[in-house]
Structures are given as structure tokens and as C-alpha cells.
């Protein structure tokens, strides 16, 4: 007979990890109870806006399933993916074969198995303010540093190189690059790459390349970090979530890449991955569908992103009070409200979904100061439905800047 009255403790570690772009939901179901309609615009999920996965990924899949491959996978993912994925890197220039490639569950886990491969307590990893929270979730959970590195929005979002160079100390381990970026849009120039590559290999850290978006850029594919120097320590991921149109699949990958100074960590994260067993098997054959097959739905895709982003940036921009830089990739704008003096980007947004119902997510989520104004748009909803929802926000602005 159980006589304990306490309740279950819970790990500190937790209250470190946070991630806005669910939290936030919380705030959006209570407004739901009320009676009023709530238009999601927090999760960057194109099929929840109608954009399909393409016909044979689904064939694929249900192909490997019907075919009996039900079991689990080895750990760093079936060869004809791993083999795809390194043929995909080696034609953008990347120089790294099938051994050093694996598949995971979605770039998630490529960022999860690299921060807990490499980077130990109490270390820290260089990440880009505004960054995709996944990166701060998971240091807080592996007891490490995130270091914030400014990217300035009156320079398109570019990285503050000068300001990355103070940051670093003897404890800096890794450099993410989000490029094109979540939770800006931006995309990065070479020589702004040459750069971000040169800074790491002077100071000898790994850089983590996020391309979850390459394939995004409203002008076509961005090459590969990696393919600029193959020397260089990059690790780099992607993912069929966003390019693929099939984020509920869990299904990337990561190329640790060939240089020799990255064998130990390539042996790391293949320990790691053992633990977890494997990613979704019959995914991991959409993969190989995916990297060796049709890929005409990303220039329909990229077309109507980058018609959504003109759309956003300019309603924005008309906004009194508020500023927008074009994102040239992804679907994702993070436009600045001039805020009163005392109030914050978490005020700002939940006053809209409380005013509107329309959630988005306040840019302090994803490291910009609280008074900076920053707030997250994911524009995937079609034209007519995105010029309602900010007709509602001009509104909303207006009521909440007094003009
Ligand atoms: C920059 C970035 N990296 C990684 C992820 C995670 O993607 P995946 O579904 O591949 O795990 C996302 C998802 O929004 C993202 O925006």
C-alpha cells in the first residue's frame, strides 16, 4: 500500500528547456474555450496548410511497409538512404561517402546527436539570435552554453561577424548556421559563409549547418556550407519535413563531414545513435525516393512561398509602427513593432491572439530581447486568408500602439 503524499519531483534541467513555438499553444487553446476561432500561424508545417507530400515518397513508403520492412533499420539508417543522401551531398559539392552519413528523425535529431556528441557540460555553442529554439532546448538538456551571436536586422539578418569573434572563449565548442534561415528568412552570401568557415577553423570549433531550407530559397537551391571547404570541421542536415513536404514523417539525415578531425565525433554520434536503435524504417525509403527522384514540386513550392513572403513583408511594411525585412527563403518573416516604452514582445502577441485570435510567436522565443519588438510570422496559409489575418493584425497594431 502506497503511503507517500509528495508529489514526483521534476529534473531541474527542465526548467531550463523551453520551446515557444508549442508553449505558446497552451495561451491559443484558452482563447479556443472562449468560443473564438484561432488561426495557427506559430508551426512551420506546410501540410496543415494543404501542401501535399508528393505521390511517390507516400508509394515509397507504403512500398517498404507492404514489402515487409517493418523491423528495425541498423542504427545510422538503411544503405540505399545513406548512399542517396551522400550521392545528394557529393552533387553539391560536399566530398563524403555513405560511412559518414545517417539517417535520423528529422534534423532534430542530427542537431540532438551533434550537441550531445561533441559539446559537454558546461561548454558553450555559438547560436544565431533569432535561432530555431531547438538548439538552446537541447544545450539546456546536456547541461551546456548557448551564447547568443547577434544577425542584424538592418542588414538583412546577416551575422554580426565582429560580434561572434568577442564571443568566443576557450569553452566555445560549435558554431550553428541556420542559412536560409527560421526564424528570419535570411540567406547568407558566400563570402558571409567563407567567413562564418574561416572564423571556426581559426578557433577550431565545428560548425553545424542547418540546410533543413536549402531547397527553399525563393531563387533556387543554396549550395552546401560544406561544399566551400571540405577541409573545414561542418556537420552538416536536412531533412524530408520541409523540402519534402512530409514533416510527420521524422525522416533526415546528417553528413558528418571528411575531415579527419571529425572521426571522433562521427564515432560519437554512431554510439549515440545505437542507443536509439534506428529513425522510422519504412520512412528512411522515402529518402532514397526523395533524393533520387522528381523534384518538380519544389519550384511550384518556391513560387508560392515567395509569393506569400512578397505579400507578408509588403502588408507588414504598411503597417504604422512596424517593419518587415523580405525573407528570401523559407516561410517564416520576423517583423519589428516599434513597442511603447514598458511593453514586450510577449504583451504584443498574446494581445493579438487574445484581441484576434491569431498566434504567433513572440521573437524572445527565439533569443531577440523582449522590448526589441521581434514576433514570428509562418505565412503558409493561402494569399486570401493570409491578407484577412493581417488586415486583423494592421488593426490589432494600431489599437496597441495608440496611433
Ligand atoms: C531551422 C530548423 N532546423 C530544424 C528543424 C527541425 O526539422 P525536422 O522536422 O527535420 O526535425 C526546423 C523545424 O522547423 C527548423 O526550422
New binding site residues.
Given amino acids: 500500500m502506497s503511503v507517500a503524499t509528495e508529489v514526483i519531483r521534476t529534473a531541474k534541467r527542465v526548467d531550463r528547456f523551453t520551446y515557444a513555438i508549442r508553449n505558446i499553444v497552451v495561451e491559443a487553446k484558452k482563447v479556443e474555450q472562449t468560443g473564438m476561432t484561432v488561426r495557427y500561424l506559430n508551426i512551420?508545417d506546410p501540410n496543415q496548410f494543404g501542401f501535399l507530400t508528393p505521390p511517390h515518397l507516400i508509394e515509397a513508403v507504403a512500398k517498404a511497409m507492404r514489402d515487409g520492412h517493418n523491423g528495425y533499420t541498423p542504427s545510422p539508417g538503411i544503405a540505399s538512404a545513406r548512399e542517396a543522401a551522400a550521392a545528394d551531398f557529393v552533387a553539391r559539392g560536399v566530398n563524403v561517402d555513405a560511412d559518414r552519413v545517417l539517417i535520423t528523425s528529422?534534423?532534430?535529431e542530427g542537431?540532438e546527436l551533434a550537441l550531445t556528441g561533441i559539446v559537454d557540460e558546461g561548454e558553450e555553442v555559438l547560436v544565431p539570435s533569432p535561432t530555431?529554439p531547438?538548439y538552446t532546448a537541447v544545450l539546456a538538456k546536456i547541461g551546456a552554453q548557448p551564447v547568443y551571436y547577434r544577425t542584424d536586422h538592418t542588414r538583412d539578418w546577416q551575422p554580426d561577424l565582429d560580434h561572434i569573434r568577442r564571443l568566443i572563449t576557450p569553452k566555445t565548442r560549435a558554431l550553428v548556421v541556420?542559412d536560409p534561415n527560421?526564424p528570419t528568412g535570411a540567406i547568407y552570401p558566400e563570402a558571409m559563409r567563407r567567413a562564418l568557415i574561416d572564423l571556426s577553423e581559426e578557433h577550431g570549433l565545428v560548425i553545424l549547418a542547418?540546410e533543413?531550407?536549402g531547397d527553399l530559397a525563393y531563387e533556387g537551391p543554396v549550395p552546401a556550407m560544406a561544399a566551400l571547404d571540405n577541409d573545414a570541421a561542418i556537420i552538416s542536415y536536412s531533412?524530408l519535413?520541409k523540402a519534402y513536404l512530409a514533416?510527420g514523417w521524422r525522416a533526415?539525415w546528417m553528413a558528418v563531414g571528411s575531415s579527419p578531425r571529425l572521426d571522433p565525433a562521427l564515432a560519437a554520434i554512431k554510439k549515440l545513435a545505437d542507443g536509439r536503435l534506428c529513425s522510422p524504417g519504412p520512412m528512411q525509403f522515402a529518402v532514397t525516393a526523395a533524393l533520387t527522384g522528381d523534384r518538380s514540386h519544389q519550384v511550384t513550392f518556391r513560387e508560392q512561398l515567395r509569393e506569400r513572403a512578397q505579400l507578408t513583408t509588403a502588408r507588414m511594411n504598411a503597417i504604422p509602427g512596424m517593419s518587415c525585412v523580405a525573407p528570401r527563403g523559407a516561410f517564416y518573416a520576423m517583423p519589428k513593432v516599434d513597442l511603447p516604452p514598458g511593453k514586450t514582445d510577449v504583451d504584443f502577441v498574446l494581445g493579438l491572439l487574445r484581441a484576434k485570435g491569431i498566434l504567433c510567436v513572440y521573437g524572445s522565443g527565439f533569443g531577440t530581447a523582449p522590448e526589441d519588438g521581434f514576433f514570428r510570422i509562418v505565412f503558409l496559409a493561402p494569399p486570401v486568408q493570409l491578407g484577412a489575418i493581417y488586415d486583423d493584425v494592421a488593426a490589432f497594431t494600431q489599437e496597441f500602439l495608440g496611433h
Fill in positions: 512551420g528529422g534534423t532534430s542537431i530555431y531547438l541556420i527560421n542547418d533543413v531550407y531533412s519535413s514533416p533526415g
